[in-house]
Nanobody, 124 residues
Framework: QVQLVESGGGLVQAGGSLRLSCAAS????????MGWFRQAPGKEREFVSA????????YYLDSAKGRFTISRDNAKNTVYLQMNNLKPEDTAVYYC?????????????????WGQGTQVTVSP
């Protein structure tokens, strides 16, 4: 069982930055691939970024490449999403998720555990 708690969301102007954090409970955090997803009002939850727990390979939504960076600190049981050059279209609730799988970690259906979400609002 893994419990996830996100933090770091807020209101920022376009071009600004935020760093989201996701703290995980459980002693086997290092054995989970971690992902970030987001959901804007009236839209489906979409993949943003993920990090493979074995290889450390990272994956990004095309529109996030070059602006967002995912990282993890296994000693702190925490995964981060550094978001730079934010745009109004990045406005959404951002969710952290965990899966013991190594493949298809860009797919929402592969994740077993989810946080409660943190709101990110980017003003023009």
């Amino acid at each position: 069982q893994v419990q996830l708690v996100e933090s770091g969301g807020g209101l920022v102007q376009a071009g600004g930055s935020l760093r989201l954090s996701c703290a995980a409970s459980g002693r086997t955090f290092s054995s989970y691939s971690m992902g970030w997803f987001r959901q804007a009002p009236g839209k489906e939850r979409e993949f943003v970024s993920a990090i493979n727990w074995i290889t450390g390979n990272t994956y990004y939504l095309d529109s996030a490449k070059g602006r967002f960076t995912i990282s993890r600190d296994n000693a702190k049981n925490t995964v981060y999403l550094q978001m730079n050059n934010l745009k109004p279209e990045d406005t959404a609730v951002y969710y952290c998720a965990a899966t013991p799988k190594m493949q298809r970690i860009t797919q929402r259906a592969e994740y077993n555990y989810w946080g409660q979400g943190t709101q990110v609002t980017v003003s023009p």
